[in-house]
């Protein structure tokens, strides 16, 4: 049974650590010059092992003793997706903070975004929409995560999607309007202190009269 789930390999002391949550085992065994980016057949490391079982602690102890955030599976599957699909949202906050690719990419198109949308866990898209994931993204098909969680019949899910896009718009129209609104000033012409144009030609005995702002 330990090896169908660990892989067609003896498992090392590290990935069983982080299959099981250890984080204490890990940072001992990383100390002992364990080999972190040990592989299974399948190319999981003990950083994905960590995740299926959604262990902040131990992938938090593992990014920290070196292992590559950005590792995947012989499939394409990283850690963060693998925690986004089963919505651990713990884990997928402690990728994040280890500077995992928030957008990293299937061959099919999915992002961690997706998947967590697809199975209908709120809080972990919602920790992945602000650490930036782009809710735009889409599969060839032109399905975004929001279209996902819609026919997947995970409303709460779609419907946060499109309140972030709605605020993301609306912040948007807003910074629109204020640079508008700065550049009004230069388009009416630059004034300085005393209220006329910069540059304006004035006779050298008006020039003195508007410093003192008489004009």
């Known amino acids: 049974f330990l090896r169908r789930k660990i892989g067609l390999m003896t498992p090392t002391a590290l990935m069983l650590a982080a299959l099981s949550g250890q984080?204490?085992?890990?940072?001992?065994l990383v100390g002992r010059g364990a080999n972190i980016e040990a592989a299974?057949?399948?190319?999981?490391?003990?950083?994905?092992?960590?995740?299926?079982?959604?262990?902040a602690a131990a992938l938090q102890a593992l990014l920290q003793g070196g292992a590559n955030a950005q590792a995947a599976s012989s499939?394409?599957?990283?850690?963060?997706?693998?925690?986004?699909?089963?919505?651990?949202?713990?884990?997928?906050?402690?990728?994040?903070?280890?500077?995992?690719n928030v957008d990293a990419v299937l061959a099919q198109g999915w992002t961690?975004?997706?998947?967590?949308?697809?199975?209908?866990?709120?809080?972990?898209?919602?920790?992945?929409?602000?650490?930036?994931?782009?809710p735009d993204a889409a599969l060839p098909d032109g399905r975004?995560?929001?279209?996902?969680?819609?026919?997947?019949?995970?409303?709460a899910v779609a419907q946060a999607l499109l309140e972030h896009a709605q605020a993301s718009a609306a912040?948007?129209?807003?910074?629109?309007?204020?640079?508008?609104?700065?550049?009004?000033?230069?388009?009416?012409g630059q004034e300085d202190a005393s209220?006329?144009?910069?540059?304006?030609?004035l006779p050298a005995d008006a020039q003195e009269v508007a410093v003192l702002g008489l004009v």
């Open 23 to 28: 984080a204490a085992a890990i940072q001992a």
């Open 144 to 155: 975004t995560a929001r279209a996902l969680a819609q026919e997947s019949g995970h409303a």
């Open 195 to 201: 209220g006329l144009p910069q540059g304006a030609d």
């Open 40 to 55: 299974r057949t399948d190319g999981c490391t003990a950083l994905l092992l960590a995740a299926m079982g959604g262990h």
């Open 75 to 100: 499939s394409g599957w990283t850690a963060l997706m693998i925690a986004a699909e089963r919505g651990h949202t713990a884990a997928v906050q402690a990728l994040l903070q280890g500077h995992a």
């Open 171 to 188: 912040m948007g129209a807003e910074a629109d309007w204020g640079q508008a609104g700065s550049g009004a000033g230069l388009d009416r």
């Open 112 to 134: 961690a975004l997706m998947l967590a949308a697809r199975h209908g866990h709120v809080e972990t898209a919602m920790a992945l929409l602000h650490a930036g994931a782009d």
